[in-house]
């Protein structure tokens, strides 16, 4: 914990049960995946799966950042940056294999899924399965508000304070 952090913990009185619940979430978040990069504090619901995969995924987590309960944020491969003070609410499910960045103070309503990669369905003969995926880059910019059950598919770029719903 850093200074500053611990400033604001005594400013704000921030030793209530639910922050110490939190600060154990985060705890322990860091001791088992040292190999994503944490900028801040986290607060992490109940239920939250964040994984990276070791020497394929490069998982960022911004200062702030809130992650609701029973959210899944997955880096298969490539990047997945998350700027500082992003909120998640409940239920949202992130998948990257090549490049996600969401921007600072954007807000994610529940439901919501984000992914930068589509299955292969060029060939009918050939399970879809087994014919590969393709990946296009996602950008959300900063201050974004994304609505409840709205899907950001491969290729997307959504400009700084944009609504999507």
């Known amino acids: 914990m850093t200074m500053a952090s611990a400033r604001w913990v005594i400013r704000n009185r921030a030793w209530s049960p639910w922050y110490l619940i939190c600060y154990w979430r985060f705890l322990v978040f860091k001791v088992r995946n040292p190999h994503i990069i944490t900028t801040g504090f986290v607060f992490f619901g109940k239920h939250v799966e964040v994984n990276a995969r070791k020497g394929y995924g490069r998982m960022i987590l911004g200062r702030w950042v809130h992650l609701g309960d029973n959210n899944r944020l997955r880096c298969h491969e490539g990047n997945l940056v998350i700027g500082d003070k992003c909120v998640f609410g409940r239920e949202n499910t992130v998948n990257a294999y090549l490049d996600i960045e969401i921007g600072a103070g954007s807000i994610i309503s ?20 087994d014919q590969g995926i393709v990946k296009s880059p996602v950008r959300i910019g900063p201050d974004v508000w994304i609505g409840t059950k709205a899907t950001v598919l491969r290729g997307t770029t959504v400009g700084n304070g944009s609504v999507l719903g």
């Open 110 to 129: 529940d439901w919501v899924y984000v992914c930068d990669f589509d299955h292969v369905t060029e060939d009918i003969y050939r399970p879809i399965k």
